[in-house]
């Protein structure tokens, strides 16, 4: 069975820390891994991962997979109450139209 | 920037009854999707549908499901008999294009509660 398994589960921190989300994977056709930033409803997008090693940067919040261990990683720096929200892990399945999507991780973010 | 709506954004309905929940896709996006997030728990791929017919479906997505592009804007999700376990936020999302290399964005949610 596919699985993607995201930790922690939640997390709280002060400003101004860095933080890491992992996402680790079981699936039999990997094509791509997503990161997602759910606040109150809709997940919004931001990274897509395909190749090993390959950091996406976005501002404070940079990403990494890495296809040989199964996992990615989500790191975001400089931690602002405005990061606050579930940060969601998906895998996109070769040959489908299909993802995958983990349990999230809820990250808590105190002034 | 362009967005994916969806309509209602709550809808409380008895069970058995039948509902529809509506999205507006991406105006150029071809690929089309229900999701569905049970309170607290993942996000569930429900269904792909692109050319007018259904590319993929989960499990869950049984007989009592179903979709349909009306017109040349909307998606619908139509659910029968609703039971009290389809009680959920439904996400609509599209993407450009297919298979899993694309970005999906997604809609707001509509928020089901089935009494």
């Known amino acids: 069975e596919d699985k993607v398994v995201q930790s922690p589960l939640s997390l709280v921190v002060h400003e101004g820390d860095t933080v890491t989300l992992n996402c680790s994977y079981e699936?039999?056709?990997?094509?791509?891994l997503l990161w997602y930033k759910q606040e109150k409803k809709a997940p919004t997008f931001l990274f897509m991962l395909t190749s090993s090693g390959i950091e996406k940067k976005s501002g404070r919040l940079s990403s990494i997979l890495d296809k040989k261990e199964l996992f990615s990683i989500l790191n975001i720096t400089a931690t602002q109450t405005g990061d606050s929200a579930v940060y969601l892990c998906?895998?996109?399945?070769?040959?489908?139209?299909?993802?995958?999507f983990g349990t999230g991780t809820r990250l808590k973010v105190l002034a | 920037e362009p967005e994916v709506t969806q309509t209602p954004s709550h809808q409380v309905t008895q069970m058995g009854q039948e509902v529809i929940l509506r999205c507006v896709p991406i105006s150029n996006h071809l690929y089309f999707y229900w999701y569905r997030q049970i309170l607290g728990q993942k996000v569930e791929f429900l269904v792909s549908f692109y050319n007018n017919e259904i590319s993929e479906k989960s499990e869950i997505f049984d007989d009592q499901f179903s979709v349909e592009r009306p017109d040349g804007s909307n998606f619908t999700l139509k659910i029968r008999s609703t039971k009290l376990e389809d009680s959920a936020m439904y996400f609509c999302a599209s993407s450009e294009g297919r298979r899993a290399l694309y970005e999906q964005y997604f809609g707001p949610g509509t928020r089901l509660t089935v009494t």
């Open positions: 699936v039999t056709n990997f094509r791509s």
């Open positions: 998906a895998v996109g399945l070769g040959r489908t139209y299909k993802y995958i």
